[in-house]
């Protein structure tokens, strides 16, 4: 993800990682957690965003980390769903995936219409306030 994220922001893509679980909660972070992750996988998002209520990773649909979406520069929801077609954390796995955002932004940035604009995101479950 963090090659993509590179790739992808040097031609212009905002690029936003949210974190949406609540405090107390599996996979909640402080702003200063948080910066020491990026720097130790070398990520380059635009921007991260601290989300413990939930209200942006609810708005929409969010149930695994990661959950992808792609969101065109007119506001529309373009993509939804995982980063590839291999639920695993094997990084041997990631040459012989099929990364649905990586083919998505490019027939975006093509001006094509993405052709899986849905697919099943796969990770743990977001923690979500009250749930």
Avoid at 93 to 120: F, H
Wanted: proline share 8%.
């Amino acid at each position: 993800m963090e090659a993509l994220q590179r790739e992808r922001t040097a031609k212009g893509v905002v690029w936003l990682t949210i974190i949406s679980s609540a405090p107390g909660r599996q996979g909640y972070v402080s702003a200063p957690q948080e910066n020491a992750y990026m720097k130790k996988m070398r990520a380059v998002p635009s921007a991260v965003i601290l989300d413990p209520s939930g209200d942006i990773g609810r708005l929409y649909g969010a149930k695994t980390t990661p959950h992808m979406f792609i969101i065109d520069p007119s506001g529309k929801l373009i993509y939804s769903g995982a980063i590839d077609d291999h639920p695993t954390t094997d990084l041997a796995d990631i040459k012989n995936s099929k990364n649905y955002v990586n083919q998505a932004l490019a027939e975006a940035m093509a001006g094509k219409p993405v052709s899986e604009p849905v697919t099943r995101p796969y990770g743990c479950s977001v923690k979500y306030a009250s749930e």
